[in-house]
């Protein structure tokens, strides 16, 4: 690869459609992330502070949300979490898929050092 783009990497109109997925995603999992916090607020102090919070949340994430970036996912994963640690229920990411992710990481970053293909 002598200074050439893959053709699926090159090009403005491909830019800007990775930069729209990635901004719908960060969408969807915005308002999942709300969702929780809203659910979270209420069940802890009653509607009219969850809306308060949900919309102090929301207004927060929304000043982001033309960003593509892992942080809003991150949050909706971690209030999830600590919902269902609060709550005695289950985890959004079970142990075994944590697990395989992490085995599959180191994997692959030996496999980085080494230069072997996995």
Not at 7 to 29: D, E, M, N, W, Y
Not at 40 to 64: D, Q
Not at 69 to 97: C, H, K, M, Q, V
């Amino acid at each position: 690869m002598s200074g050439t783009k893959a053709p699926h990497l090159s090009g403005k109109q491909s830019v800007s459609a990775r930069t729209f997925a990635g901004a719908i995603g960060s969408l969807a999992v915005s308002l999942i992330a709300a969702f929780l916090v809203w659910c979270w607020s209420r069940e802890r102090c009653g509607e009219n502070p969850a809306l308060l919070a949900t919309i102090l949340f929301a207004t927060t994430v929304l000043g982001h949300a033309g960003l593509a970036t892992t942080d809003i996912a991150i949050t909706a994963t971690l209030t999830g979490t600590l919902e269902a640690i609060r709550s005695g229920g289950n985890s959004p990411i079970p142990f075994d898929e944590l697990m395989e992710v992490s085995e599959t990481t180191f994997a692959v970053e030996e496999a980085i050092g080494s230069g072997t293909r996995i």
